[in-house]
Structures are given as C-alpha cells and as structure tokens.
C-alpha cells in the first residue's frame, strides 16, 4: 500500500494521476475562494452623493436615517472569523477524520469550504459596491460639515 492509497483509501484503485488530480483540485479551489473575495476589491464603490436640503431660510435639513450617532463596534471582527469560518470548519474536519474515518473527506470538506466562502465573501462584496447605501451614521462617520456641505474626513473608507 502507498502513502496515496492510504491517503485515499475509499478507492479501489489509487494512481499518482489521482494523487495529483485531488492536489490540484485542492490547490485550485483555495485559489478560487481567495481570488473570488479579492477580485471585488477592483470593482469600483457606487457611492451616491450626501443628501441634504436648504430651506428658504438657509436651514440645512440633514436625512435623518443617515444622522445616527456613531457607534463602536458592536460584535469584533476576530469573534466573527472564529465563529463563522474557523468552527464550522474544524468541527466538519474533526467529523471527516474521526467519525467518517475516511481521510479523502478532508479533502472534500476544504474544497467545499473554500468555494462556499469565496462565492458568499464575492457576492456579498460585489452587492454592497453595487448598491452603495450610505450607512446610518453616514454624517457623523464622514465628518459632515453644515457650513462647507461636504464631508471633511480625508479617509474614504466611510
């Protein structure tokens, strides 16, 4: 027996073909959900200018479903890596390998995780630069000014 046959040991017959068909399937789906998330970073913001309206006295009426206060993050990043990416993962790894007992579905179960994360992390992206909805707190995270009616903050991460 070979170290790909005990790799893949669901099949009957294991060749170095296999071997590297299953690598390279590997090898391509990282590559998908990795490309497939960082190619939306090349599609351009559709961003809508800040809305506004003066009055006839000169008022300015800011929206006011854009005029929320700005608040600290509510849940953090890592926790949301943790939870959703990192558990649901080793959780189906650890069934594959100890439950299953078959080695070739770690294989499966990465292939699957990579290109599900890549579709959802691409679509996601490429919706919300479509869409461009300015966020609840648009005024007071871009630094809005009443008297220069434009927003002042230089990052336009906003």
Not at 51 to 60: C, K, M, R, S, W
Not at 69 to 94: R, Y
Request: proline share 6%.
């Amino acid at each position: 027996m070979n170290l790909l046959q005990m790799f893949y040991e669901d099949t009957d017959e294991v060749t170095v073909e296999y071997g590297l068909q299953q690598i390279c399937e590997l090898v391509g789906w990282t590559v998908f959900g990795l490309s497939a998330y960082f190619a939306t970073y090349m599609i351009p913001t559709r961003q809508p200018p800040i809305p506004y309206q003066i009055t006839a006295a000169g008022d300015v009426i800011l929206d006011p479903a854009l005029n929320h206060p700005k608040v600290n993050e509510t849940f953090p990043d890592l926790a949301l890596v943790l939870l959703a990416i990192v558990a649901p993962l080793v959780i189906q790894l650890m069934f594959a390998l100890f439950v299953r007992g078959k080695k070739i579905d770690l294989h499966r179960t990465w292939c699957a995780h990579t290109s599900a994360l890549g579709t959802t992390l691409c679509v996601t992206e490429v919706l919300k630069r479509y869409v461009g909805r300015l966020r609840p707190n648009t005024y007071e995270y871009c630094g809005f000014s009443l008297e220069l009616l434009r927003c002042t903050d230089t990052d336009d991460d906003w």
